[in-house]
């Protein structure tokens, strides 16, 4: 396993994803967007042209971070919202759940700030991260966005993972295999 990679071609743009082990019985191709301006560049227009007329786009920290800046600056929307996973000094009323995605291995918070949660209020909001696996984190951005009182209208990620390829809910641009041990 060490040392092994995934050759991903998504966008027209290859990336050799190194293979590492999360779990006693699993490996995933670590696919990190952060920093990868060139990826997220070719992504962005071809998730951002499939999706619906909406208000605002909406994410969860960390990764799915860049890839929300940019097909909102595609779409000319000028704020987008950001879920965080720590509750910070400087956010009034926050709003919370909890998330528990593939890669983590205890359960962490996920907020969002409350003039946020009042921006989005009766808005129409595109779910958007960088990749799909276990779908704890969509569910979980998705139960704050509602408790917020937005109207989920699309789930878009670049890349589905393992069994989240066969949702028929979401839009992506590829499919990533998960690696059982
Ligand atoms: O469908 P799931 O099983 O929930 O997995 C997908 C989530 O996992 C990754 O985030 P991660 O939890 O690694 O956090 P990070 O972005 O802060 O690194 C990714 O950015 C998604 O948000
Ligand atoms: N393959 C992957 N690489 C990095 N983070 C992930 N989160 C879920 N799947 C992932």
């Known amino acids: 396993m060490e040392n092994s990679t995934y050759e991903l071609t998504v966008a027209g743009v290859t990336r050799q994803l190194p293979i590492i082990q999360i779990a006693p019985d699993l490996a995933i191709a670590s696919f990190v967007i952060l920093g ?21 786009v909406v994410t969860a920290e960390a990764k799915g971070i860049p890839l929300a800046n940019e097909v909102s600056r595609l779409l000319g929307l000028p704020y987008y919202i950001v879920a965080r996973k720590s509750i910070k000094p400087y956010m009034n009323a926050p709003i919370t ?27 129409r909001v595109a779910i958007v991260d960088d990749v799909i696996s276990t779908g704890e984190s969509l569910s979980a951005v998705e139960r704050l966005v509602e408790k917020a009182g937005a109207v989920v209208a699309a789930r878009a990620a670049i890349l589905a993972e393992g069994d989240a390829a066969k949702r028929a809910d979401i839009l992506f641009l590829e499919e990533l295999p998960l690696f059982p041990l």
Do not use: F, H, M
Request: glycine share 4%; charged share 30%; net charge negative.
């Open 36 to 56: 990868d301006c060139e990826l997220v560049t070719a992504a962005a227009p071809l998730l951002a042209e499939r999706l619906p007329e909406i208000d605002y």
């Open 97 to 123: 759940d909890e998330v528990n995605s593939i890669t983590t291995q205890k359960t962490q918070a996920l907020c969002l700030d409350g003039k946020d949660a009042l921006a989005i209020k009766g808005k």
